[in-house]
Structures are given as structure tokens and as C-alpha cells.
């Protein structure tokens, strides 16, 4: 009888996996967590902050080696992002946009010479944003209003952008644009637009309820003029651009929100621990017990369900069911997990002395952006009844 070898575990991570995943560990932890306060305050990711972030590579993750990034996985991304969630789901959220959302298309639709002119920045400097959602189209993203008028050799862009991640810090933006509203979702296309192009302005900054150091902008297009050679793919093929980005995207969000539910329940497990009630560490009421027990299997669900899609992904699987699975699932944990970690904090978990009232608040935003509840929902309904 042959004797098969059996696969690994989904949470089983190969050598270089965990010595990566370790060195963010501890970069987060000694870099990261003493800017937290004074960033979430400031309402910004310190910019010394983002250089580290390029020094240690984790903005060029999957751009290959020649262009200056890691040549790693989705994977490896999904690593990055849990680990800093664990400490800040803001500096998570700029790491994540850049890997899944900006380099992730150019390395999908862009042309030789466009993956040569701006990935070698998008690894060692350049931060990037990811510019589809608008007043009027949110859920609805082909109801764009933001129009493309051919001119010459050049797109003349005129419009505005709302609730940008990483609008603020960005030097390079993927916009998404109609060339003939008539057409829908065959007339938008994407436009790689540089921040100095006249015209291009970055408007009102956001006042957030959580991941308030990442930055959510408007944009103003104002007669930008754009070269035919920064158009993203064909024309009138930005809504493919676009839904298979977010596809991917949403991997990231779903890592973003195991991280923030670890980091929530690793503060509680240390409180509950160190806290006495009646003469006993409350850790040792069977009520608190039970409570911990429900938050690691939550947890530990949400992450094999991310994880799968991921590896899903770099073996060239489809994923895009286990994808949406993985975001809504994970981001309704987060919630509850996050939720749960202030209860059992008392008092002291509804004040800013202590970081899960900080994370409760990041939680939220993990069932709105890249798709809400009920699109997730949509999209895992539609591809059942594809089969």
C-alpha cells in the first residue's frame, strides 16, 4: 500500500514564512505600538513610520525581486497584515491597500513598461491609492460620475473621489472613470494618475469613528490630463480591473480583522489574568473561562477561513467565494471578539487608558470597506448559484 504524504495544515508556515512573520512581530511591537497614542491624537501615521515601512519591505511585497519588492506571496501579505493589526489596524490598512489594491493591479493589468516605471517606487517610496468610490456609487461602484474625455494623446479627468484610503499620504492613484456613462460598467476604465499631474488635488480628510491615523480623503480632478499610456488595462475595461482587485482586497481586510480580534483578546487574556475579583484572578470564574474559550474558537475559524483563501490564491485556485467568506466572516468576529474583550475589561475597557477600546472602534469599518455585509453575501449567493 502506497503511503501518501499528507498536506499541511493551513496554519502551518514554512521557514521563511515564520522568520518573516516574526521579524513584523517584533518590528510592530517596537516600532509601531509606541506610536499609537500620539498617532491615533494626531489623526496621522508618523512619516518616519512609512519610510521604516519601505526599509523593511513590507510595501513591495509581491513585486518581484527585479522591481525592487520581495517577489513574495499573498500569503506572506496576509502574514504582514495580521501581525501589525495586532498593534494598529491603521498602519495595517496602509500596508494592506499598497500590497492588494495598488501593486496587486499593476501587476495584473499594467504593461511591461508601466510595471517598470512605477513598481520600483511603489517598492521604495511611493505610497498608492486605490480611487473607485463615490458620492453617489459606494455599494453601486459602476454608478460612477467622474468622466474621461479623450483629447489628442491625453484623457482629460474631471470629478471627485470620496473615502480614499491612503488619499493623504499617496504619490501614485489608481482612478476609475466613465469614457461613456451610457455604456455602464463597459464604458469605466482605470487611470494611473501621479499626485503632481495639475489639476489633481487631494480635498477634506475624514473624521473617523476608528482606524483614525489612516487617512480617508476626498480627491478633485480638475481638467487633469492624463497620457494614453497611464490607462490601466483597455479601455472600458476598468470594471474588470476593479472587481478582480477587490477580490484579492478582500483577503487583506480579512486578515486585518483576525489581527485586530488577537491583539484585542491577547490584552484580554493578560488582564483577566492580573485582575481580582472576591480574593480570585477573575481569570479563574468558569463564566470568564468559557468566554475565552468562545473568542480563541472564533478567532481561529475566522483565520483558517483567510488563510485558505489565500493560498487559494497563489496556487491559482479560484477563490473568489472563499474570499468574500473569509472578509464577512472575519469582520463580524472582530466585532464581536472586540466587543466581548471590553466587557470583560469592566470599566476600565470603555476608557482610552487601555487599547481595546481603540481596537472596538477599528472594528467597525471591517463590514463597510471593499464591499459590505450584504455585497459579500451577494457575491457568495451568486457564485452557489453559478455552480
Known amino acids: 500500500m502506497t503511503t501518501l504524504a499528507h498536506p499541511p495544515a493551513l496554519t502551518t508556515l514554512s521557514e521563511d514564512e515564520v522568520m518573516f512573520r516574526d521579524a513584523v512581530r517584533d518590528f510592530a511591537e517596537s516600532e509601531v505600538a509606541p506610536r499609537v497614542p500620539r498617532m491615533e491624537s494626531a489623526g496621522e501615521i508618523d512619516s518616519d513610520l512609512i519610510s521604516m ?13 527585479h522591481l525592487g519588492g520581495l517577489g513574495s506571496s499573498l500569503f506572506t501579505t496576509t502574514l504582514v497584515v495580521e501581525e501589525i493589526s495586532r ?8 500596508v494592506d491597500v499598497q500590497n492588494t489594491l495598488m501593486n496587486n493591479a499593476l501587476l495584473s493589468w499594467g504593461t511591461p513598461e508601466q510595471q517598470g516605471r512605477y513598481l520600483p517606487r511603489l517598492a521604495a517610496g511611493t505610497v498608492g491609492a486605490y480611487a473607485l468610490s463615490e458620492a453617489g456609487s459606494g455599494s453601486d461602484a459602476f454608478a460612477l460620475a467622474l468622466r474621461a474625455v479623450s483629447d489628442g494623446d491625453d484623457w482629460v479627468l474631471n470629478g471627485r473621489k470620496l473615502w480614499i484610503t491612503n488619499g493623504g499620504e499617496a504619490g501614485l492613484y489608481i482612478v476609475f472613470g466613465t469614457v461613456q456613462p451610457e455604456l455602464r460598467h463597459k ?5 494611473l494618475v501621479e499626485r503632481d499631474m495639475p489639476g489633481f488635488a487631494v480635498g477634506k480628510k475624514e473624521d473617523k469613528l476608528g482606524i483614525r491615523a489612516s487617512s480617508t480623503t476626498e480627491l478633485i480632478l480638475d481638467d487633469v490630463r492624463v497620457p494614453a499610456e497611464n490607462v490601466l488595462g483597455d479601455v472600458g475595461m476598468g470594471y474588470k480591473v476593479a472587481i478582480e482587485t477587490l477580490n484579492e482586497g478582500r483577503i ?6 483576525v489581527g485586530l480580534a488577537q491583539g484585542a ?15 480570585h484572578p477573575v481569570a479563574e470564574f468558569q463564566a470568564v473561562q468559557f468566554q475565552l474559550a468562545q473568542m480563541a474558537m472564533e478567532i481561529e475559524a475566522a483565520r483558517l477561513m483567510v488563510y485558505n483563501a489565500a493560498r487559494l490564491k497563489d496556487q491559482g485556485a479560484r477563490f473568489l467565494r472563499e474570499a468574500a467568506m473569509g472578509k464577512l466572516f472575519a469582520s463580524r468576529m472582530a466585532q464581536r471578539v472586540s466587543s466581548r474583550c471590553i466587557d470583560l475589561h469592566g470599566g476600565y475597557g470603555f476608557t482610552r487608558e487601555y487599547p481595546v477600546e481603540k481596537l472596538y472602534r477599528d472594528a467597525k469599518i471591517g463590514t463597510i470597506y471593499e464591499g459590505t455585509d ?10 452557489l448559484l453559478r455552480e
Request: hydrophobic fraction near 45%; aromatic fraction near 8%; charge should be negative.
Open 187 to 191: 464604458g469605466i476604465t482605470a487611470f
Open 252 to 257: 487583506g481586510i480579512g486578515a486585518q480583522m
Open 87 to 94: 498593534v494598529d489596524p491603521s498602519v495595517a490598512v496602509l
Open 53 to 65: 515601512l519601505f526599509e523593511v519591505g513590507v510595501m513591495g511585497i509581491e513585486i518581484p525581486e
Open 265 to 279: 483578546f491577547d490584552h484580554t487574556l493578560r488582564y483577566v489574568q492580573e485582575r481580582e475579583q472576591f480574593g
Open 374 to 383: 450584504n455585497m459579500q453575501l451577494q457575491t457568495i449567493a451568486k457564485d
